[in-house]
């Protein structure tokens, strides 16, 4: 079959989960006999990174990648945000989409052209993937102010609080007006597809868990002198980092690694300089992370905000690295409730409690290992996700048919 993918981020140019999702689905699926074309933006890359920096080496591994470049750089990709439509991409779009498709599957579509492009193209089957809460949150991750998790749309105000331009087509009816032109809406947990109803989506949703890119052997994890304790994503305030920086810097007989970029990232470098045990090393290739999840006591996920999944935390069960996640994390705490590799906190001092209990107790920690490397055979594989993937197409085609 013919997929398209639809995103706004694409590796390199990309800082999350759902990016690095896309890529492993879309090479997964060219592996097994199908062709997939990925048309990501390059200009909404550029909005936060003026200097975009190619971590990882560009491969031909037969996925066809068109990146959107437009004249008006970054007011190209903000005017889609603005107007929840395709805009100034329109042209090229429907260009790279002329072709009919078996399957057209959006994913990020913020800053690609908003709820407008959903009704682009030509498909036998229609998918969206639900990686952010944008549907419904003009600031994608329910998070509030700039301070809290949300307790209630006041979106226009919130809005004006994050910086984010209040964006006025989510007073209308667009939104569900062009869902209609979506087939199904696949959901990393079941958190997130009930928060999608609570906030009015009324299309068909199918809970698909995502998967690990890797697929080590099981074995041992690498012997360290030290505790190990491993952060994995973005360095923002509703990730929790503050929290996991200021509990870390009480207990400096544990090595803390923070692994991603962010707004906070260099102020936190230089607000815990004095703390030799707390290293903070930026973004790294995909691939290196290999080493930090081997080689890490525990994964510790301190989301304030909910999440829509947790893949830090399966990439880490399999290489039979346990979690420490906030109990308010949506889906991440969903997968740890499920596989029960890991333990659940509610505060700093939950959290530093966690910590000890792992760090201290080798067969605590072997234990908490081993279930979390089990449910990631159980549910979390590449081989799973596919098949239930393809599954949900067939599904789509047959009731079409």
């Known amino acids: 079959m013919r997929f398209a993918m639809l995103t706004t981020f694409y590796p390199p140019f990309s800082y999350g989960g759902d990016a690095t999702y896309v890529r492993a689905l879309a090479r997964a699926l060219v592996a097994r006999g199908h062709e997939v074309d990925v048309i990501a933006s390059t200009d909404a890359y550029l909005v936060r990174s003026p200097r975009p920096e190619c971590l990882e080496p560009l491969m031909d591994d037969g996925v066809r990648v068109h990146r959107l470049r437009h004249w008006l ?13 395709s805009g100034f991409y329109t042209k ?3 260009k790279l989409l002329a072709t009919p498709y078996d399957v057209l599957h959006f994913h990020n579509i913020s800053l690609l052209g908003g ?3 959903l009704s682009m193209g030509t498909a036998r089957a229609r998918l969206y993937s639900l990686h952010e809460h944008w549907l419904v949150c003009p600031a994608h991750i329910l998070w509030k102010d700039r301070e809290r998790p949300c307790d209630g749309p006041t979106c226009f105000s919130c809005s004006i609080r994050s910086k984010i331009p209040p964006q006025l087509w989510r007073y209308t009816g667009l939104r569900d007006r062009k869902l209609e032109s979506v087939d199904r809406l696949l959901s990393p947990s079941a958190y997130t597809a009930r928060r999608h109803r609570e906030g009015g989506v009324t299309r068909p949703v199918t809970v698909l868990p995502l998967f690990s890119a890797f697929n080590p052997a099981p074995g041992l994890p690498t012997p360290n002198e030290r505790p190990i304790l491993l952060y994995v994503g973005r360095m923002t305030a509703s990730k929790g980092v503050e929290q996991l920086a200021r509990v870390a810097a009480t207990l400096p007989d544990i090595d803390c690694v923070f692994i991603g970029d962010g707004d906070l990232r260099l102020s936190l470098a230089q607000q815990y300089a004095a703390h030799r045990h707390i290293r903070f090393e930026g973004a790294v290739p995909q691939q290196a992370l290999i080493d930090h999840y081997r080689g890490a006591t525990v994964l510790v996920m301190p989301s304030m905000a909910p999440e829509t999944f947790g893949l830090t935390i399966v990439e880490a069960a399999a290489f039979g690295t346990p979690a420490i996640v906030a109990a308010g994390s949506g889906g991440a705490a969903e997968i740890v409730n499920a596989t029960r590799g890991g333990i659940l906190y509610e505060d700093d001092d939950g959290l530093r ?3 000890r209990r792992i760090t201290g107790d080798g067969q605590l920690r072997a234990g908490l290992g081993d279930l979390a490397r089990r449910g990631y055979e159980e549910r979390y594989t590449q081989k799973q996700h596919i098949d239930a993937y393809l599954a949900e197409v067939d599904v789509v085609l047959d009731g079409k048919a």
């Not at 750089?73 to 439509?85: C, F």
């Open 73 to 85: 750089g970054v007011g190209a990709a903000l005017a889609s945000q603005q107007t929840g439509r």
């Open 92 to 94: 090229i779009i429907q």
């Open 115 to 117: 709820p407008g492009i």
């Open 353 to 355: 409690d966690a910590i």
